[in-house]
Each structure stands twice: as C-alpha cells, then as structure tokens.
T-cell receptor, first 115, second 118 residues
C-alpha cells in the first residue's frame, strides 16, 4: 500500500514566481494537511482539508492557498514567492479529525528553494 | 496564543540508556492535546505518542512514555532503552479545538535533536 506521496521532491524557483506542490494521500484517507518547515525550526501548520472543504488554517498570508480534489489529493499554491518561503513543505493524510495522531501519516516533503 | 518550549536543542544518550526530552507548553484553553513526533533525516514526521489534557494517566506507547504534569504545563517524553535508530529530531506540539467553529490551533516546538551513541 503506497504511503503519502508528494511531488516534486525538490524545486527551485525565483522570487516573484508562483509554485504548486502536490500531495496524494493514502488510499481511503479523506483529510490532507499542509505544513511549512523552515530549516532549523519546527513545522508550522498551513492548512487542513477534509472532504474537499477547508477545516483548519494557520497564520499564513493570502499568497498561500490550497484545494482538495474529488480523489482527495491536494495542491498547495504559493504566489509571489519570497526568499523566506524557502522551506520543506510537508503533507499529511489521515482518515479525518484534525489530521494528527495514530492515523495520520506524513510524506517526505517537497524542498522548495527560492532564489 | 499557544506556545511550546523545547529547551534542549540537542541531546546525547548512550545506547540502551533512557533519555528524557523536555517540553513545556502554554495555552489558555482547558481542553487540548499534546503530541510528540519524530523526524528522521529523511524528513517525514512519525507519530510517537498522544496525551489529552483530561487524561488521568500518563500515556505510554512501547518504549515511549509521556510524563504529563498538568499543573506545571509540562509534557516530557521519556524514551527507554535507546536504540541507534532513535537518532532524530523530536517535536512536541499542542492542539486546541475551537468547538462550534470547527477550527483548531496547532503549534509545534522548535525540536530537540537526539543523538544515540553506540
């Protein structure tokens, strides 16, 4: 059974550009959460989606947006990239709830570098 | 606002020994959940243990136990019989759910890097 898959694994973008990160949850999982982890820091919660609806949102600017598709996969979009957006972006999938705990599984992340 | 403090940026432990990773939290919500996650160098986050604020007993999961002291707002992780594979970053986090609104707040600590020495 495939785990949580994120694509791409690495990405380099220029300031001002836009980026789309993708996440495929574990089969049967209906919730996807996104986190940003800047080097040397703990992850920060960005969004959670459940059944295609936004269920949670962290303290991020409107440049960050996300959506969930009918097959429960998800995209995270970041517009007008800044150098400070350089980070590891983690996706987690779960059956539901808050997207944490024993039933939540994380992908290995997308490493975004903004130059 | 919520806050998580992990005061140990790095820790060393001898293989087969026990180690305690510190975590203190600050939240005004009476109902909350505390989690510990492990992050190996490969990047994925691995769930270790959960403690609810109203749980009377300390949580245990195999070699992991959580020393929950509610009055002190402390949720230290204890790993018994350390193994080389335990070398990783360890994060403490607190989750509060806003009833009715269907929203929640989630805060991670900055992490502790544990190195297990053979």
């Amino acid at each position: 059974d495939a785990g949580v898959t994120q694509s791409p694994t690495h990405l380099i973008k220029t300031r001002g550009q836009q980026v789309t990160l993708r996440c495929s949850p574990i089969s049967g999982h209906k919730s996807v959460s996104w986190y940003q982890q800047v080097l040397g820091q703990g992850p920060q919660f960005i969004f959670q989606y459940y059944e295609k609806e936004e269920r949670g949102r962290g303290n991020f600017p409107d440049r960050f947006s996300a959506r969930q598709f009918p097959n429960y996969s998800s995209e995270l979009n970041v517009n007008a990239l800044l150098l400070g957006d350089s980070a590891l972006y983690l996706c987690a999938s779960s059956l539901g709830g808050t997207g944490l705990g024993t039933e939540a599984f994380f992908g290995q992340g997308t490493r975004l570098t903004v130059v | 606002a919520q806050k998580i403090t992990q005061t140990q940026p790095g820790m060393f432990v001898q293989e087969k020994e026990a180690v305690t990773l510190d975590c203190t939290y600050d939240t005004s919500d009476p109902s909350y959940g505390l989690f510990w996650y492990k992050q190996p160098s490969s990047g994925e986050m691995i769930f270790l243990i959960y403690q609810g604020s109203y749980d009377q007993q300390n949580a245990t999961e195999g070699r992991y136990s959580l020393n929950f002291q509610k009055a002190r707002k402390s949720a230290n992780l204890v790993i018994s019989a350390s193994q080389l594979g335990d070398s990783a970053m360890y994060f403490c986090l607190v989750l509060t759910i806003r009833s009715g609104a269907g929203s929640y707040q989630l805060t991670f600590g900055k992490g502790t890097k544990l190195s297990v020495i053979p």
